[in-house]
C-alpha cells in the first residue's frame, strides 16, 4: 500500500524547525506586548463573500488564488487567504470598532493555491498587526516602528529596506488610473500578459508588475504622486517626519501600490535580497474605507502582514538564531539498573518541581549505561545525572558534565542535587 504524503506546498514543520519558529514568535509577541497591542484569533474558513467584497474580485487572489468550496448546506466557504477581512469582520460583529480604538495582532495560516517555490507555499503563515479608530500619521508611524523594531531585535535590520509610499484617496487613484491607461493604451502590445489583462481591470497593480519590460515602458509614464491630494500629501509627510525623528530609513517608491483593493494612502514593504525573488518580508499600509465596505461604519484602520516562512528562511540564511534556540537540554537522568523507572521518574519530577524551567529529560526504556549514556550525548544534554547502584545506596547522584571538558564531575547527595546542578547551569 503506497505511502499518504502531504499536500503539495502545504509542509510539515518538525522538531527541529519548530523550535526556531518558537523563537521568532516569541519574540514578535513579547515586543507586540511592549506596544500595549492584543492578540485576537478567528477562524481559518470564513464566508467567501468576505474576501470577494475586500479584497477585489478583479485581484489575483480572487480569481485564482481560494481555496473555495461548498458545504452541505450549499453555502460558498473560503479558507482564508489573509487575515486583515477576518480581523475587521470579528471586530465588527462583536462590536470592537464603533467609538473605539483597537491595537491588535493575530499569527496564524492562511491558504493559496499557487505554484509552490522558495518562500512562497499553499499553506503559509502570517503575523498580523491592525489598528481601529486612529486617524494620524502616527499610528501608521507607530506600525512601521513595530515592524523595524522586530528587525533589530533579531538582529536582521542591515538586511531589510523599507519602501515606503502614498497612494492617496479613493479620488486619486481613479484620476491616476485614468491618466495611466491613457498612456499604456497605445503600448498595450508591448506590456506583460498579466498587465494587459489588469490594463482594463486594475491598472494600478501594472506599477508592480515584475517584468522588466513593462517597468522600462513605466519610466515615462505619469507620476503618483503628481495626482495626490494636498491632505493625503500631508499625511504621508507627517509619517516620514516621525520614521525620520525616530531613525527609521526608508526609500520612497511610487510604484509601491500593494496588491490589495482596500488599501489607501500609507502603503510599505520591508524588502530584502537574501530570498531571491520572494523578497518581500512584510508589507502594509492604511486601510480606512474596508470597515464601511464589508457593512460598519467609516472607520479609520492601518495594519501590516509579516510572512513567518521568509522571515524564518531569512534568519537561516543570515545564521542569525542565538546559539542557545537549538541547544539540547539542560539534564539529562539516568538510573542503569532497569529495575528502577519507579525511583528514576520520581528523581525527575522532584528535579523539575524544584527547578522550573530547566529542560530535564528521563530516559525511558531502559538500556545498558553505555547506551544511556550515547542517548544523553545524542539530546545535547549540558548535563548527566547518573544514580548508579553505588549512589542508590548513599542517597547521591553523580552529576556529569557533558559539553563544558572544563568542569568535573560530582557526586552529591539526593537533598543537594537541585542547588549542585543549578549552579553550575549558571556558570554556563
Not at 163 to 182: C, M, P
Not at 212 to 218: G, V
Request: hydrophobic share 35%; proline share 4%; with cysteine.
Amino acid at each position: 500500500m503506497a505511502k499518504i504524503t502531504a499536500i503539495r506546498g502545504m509542509n510539515d514543520n518538525l522538531p527541529g524547525q519548530t523550535v526556531r519558529w518558537q523563537y521568532l514568535e516569541s519574540t514578535l509577541a513579547r515586543i507586540l506586548t511592549s506596544y500595549n497591542y492584543d492578540e485576537i484569533r478567528f477562524p481559518v474558513l470564513e464566508r467567501t463573500e468576505l474576501f470577494k467584497r475586500s479584497i477585489g474580485e478583479v485581484t489575483d487572489i480572487v480569481e485564482k488564488e481560494m481555496y473555495t468550496f461548498d458545504d452541505r448546506n450549499g453555502d460558498s466557504l473560503t479558507l482564508r487567504p489573509e487575515g486583515t477581512a477576518c480581523c475587521v469582520r470579528a471586530c465588527e460583529e462583536h462590536g470592537l470598532l464603533y467609538n473605539q480604538t483597537q491595537r491588535l495582532w493575530y499569527m496564524g495560516p492562511m491558504f493559496r493555491y499557487e505554484r509552490p517555490q522558495k518562500g512562497r507555499l499553499r499553506q503559509f503563515h502570517q503575523l498580523g498587526v491592525e489598528t481601529f479608530g486612529m486617524q494620524g500619521p502616527d499610528i501608521d508611524a507607530e506600525v512601521i516602528l513595530i515592524s523595524a523594531r522586530f528587525w533589530r531585535e533579531l538582529g536582521i535590520g542591515e538586511h531589510l529596506t523599507l519602501q515606503l509610499n502614498t497612494i492617496g484617496s479613493a479620488v486619486n487613484r481613479r484620476d491616476y488610473g485614468a491618466a495611466l491607461v491613457e498612456y499604456l493604451s497605445n503600448r498595450k502590445s508591448e506590456l506583460d500578459e498579466d498587465s494587459q489583462r489588469r490594463l482594463e481591470s486594475n491598472p494600478l497593480r501594472i506599477l508592480d508588475s515584475k517584468d522588466p519590460n513593462t517597468q522600462a515602458l513605466l519610466d515615462d509614464a505619469p507620476k503618483l504622486h503628481d495626482y495626490i491630494d494636498a491632505e493625503s500629501m500631508a499625511h504621508f509627510q507627517g509619517v516620514c517626519d516621525i520614521l525620520d525623528a525616530c531613525g527609521v530609513s526608508y526609500e520612497i517608491n511610487q510604484r509601491l501600490v500593494r496588491g490589495l483593493d482596500y488599501y489607501c494612502n500609507t502603503v510599505f514593504e520591508w524588502v530584502t535580497d537574501q530570498l531571491g525573488a520572494q523578497g518581500t518580508v512584510c508589507a502594509g499600509g492604511r486601510y480606512d474605507g474596508l470597515v464601511k465596505q464589508l457593512g460598519g461604519r467609516d472607520t479609520p484602520a492601518v495594519g501590516f502582514a509579516m510572512g513567518i516562512e521568509r522571515c524564518t528562511l531569512l534568519l537561516e540564511t543570515l545564521n542569525a538564531y542565538p546559539d542557545n534556540v537549538d541547544a539540547g537540554p539542560d539534564v539529562f537522568v539516568m538510573l542503569p539498573d532497569d529495575k528502577v523507572g519507579v525511583q528514576l521518574m520520581a528523581l525527575v519530577e522532584g528535579l523539575r518541581q524544584a527547578l522550573p524551567g530547566v529542560q530535564c529529560v528521563a530516559n525511558c526504556g531502559g538500556g545498558s549505561f553505555k547506551s544511556q549514556m550515547k542517548r544523553a550525548d545524542k539530546s545535547g544534554a549540558r548535563f548527566a545525572v547518573i544514580v548508579g547502584e553505588r549512589e542508590l545506596a548513599d542517597n547521591t547522584v553523580l552529576i556529569k558534565p557533558l559539553r563544558d571538558a572544563s568542569l568535573e564531575q560530582q557526586t552529591v547527595s539526593r537533598e543537594n542535587m537541585a542547588n549542585a546542578l543549578q549552579a553550575l547551569l549558571a556558570q554556563q
